[in-house]
């Protein structure tokens, strides 16, 4: 069930229009054509500025690969990614590399997303170098002490490597990484899901600070019902590389209409 903007809606920052990600999954046999495995068949949804979309669905649903599609990290077979109207979708890296300004991630791995032989310093001022190389060496640390400030972190952690830290506190350095160049969208991929439960509230709240504080966007990629319900404004529900159905929380949660979404929400655990 494709997501389409009314005609009342505020402009899109983000809309993806019947994306496609297709893998060859085996050459042709006597003539038959190529075989493809279809990790994302025909997805399209909008994201408004300062919203946050909820993307739930099982593992292999071809939830993650919507997100690296989106920042070039999953090739895309068919279909557009418009920014502000623009397609993006199919630009060669070179003219792409402007919009990662706009577009970052945050991994679901806190472990395997950092350098492990880098400093803090060096991990979340790379983009300072990348983006903005007017700046100079001190003004560059300056800026990493003051986003170790805003996630939660000590200014002396900078000098740190990612093993000295906690899965939580990585999670802060990669929240940290992705604000580093004044993003408008962030792409979550499972923020929460390698994290203690305590931990996972706290990134939330922060998520949700940040979100207020900046008018930022985010695409919450998640398996959790609970945590999606709790951060999202629309909720999409994939399966097999297709939204099967898209709503508000509200009819998501409370009204169902699509066999795979009253699966997903029998399974949640009941305190009952």
Known sequence: MPETPSPSSPPSLLEVRDLKVHYPAGSGFLGHSPRFFKAVDGVSFVIHSGK????VGESGSGK???GRAIIHLAPIS??????????IGQLP???????????????????????????IETIVGEAFEVHFPQYSKAERRDRVVDLMRQVGLKPDHIRRYPHEFSGGQRQRIGIARALAVSPRLIICDEPVSALDVSVQAQIINLLQD???????????????LGVIEHVS????????????????????????????????LDAVPSLA
Request: net charge positive; charged share 20%; with cysteine.
């Open 78 to 87: 068919g279909g557009a990614i418009l920014w502000e109207g623009r397609n």
């Open 93 to 119: 890296e070179n003219s792409f590399r402007p919009f990662r300004k706009h577009i970052q991630m945050i991994f679901q791995d806190p472990y395997g997303s950092l350098n492990p032989r880098l400093t």
């Open 52 to 55: 946050t979309i909820g993307l």
């Open 233 to 264: 404004d629309r909720v999409l529900v994939m399966n097999q590389g297709k939204i099967v159905e898209s709503g508000d929380c509200e009819s998501i949660y409370r009204s169902p209409q699509h066999p795979y979404t009253r699966k997903l």
């Open 210 to 224: 940040l979100q207020e504080q900046y008018h930022l966007s985010y695409l919450f990629i998640g398996h959790d």
């Open 64 to 66: 993650t690969t919507v």
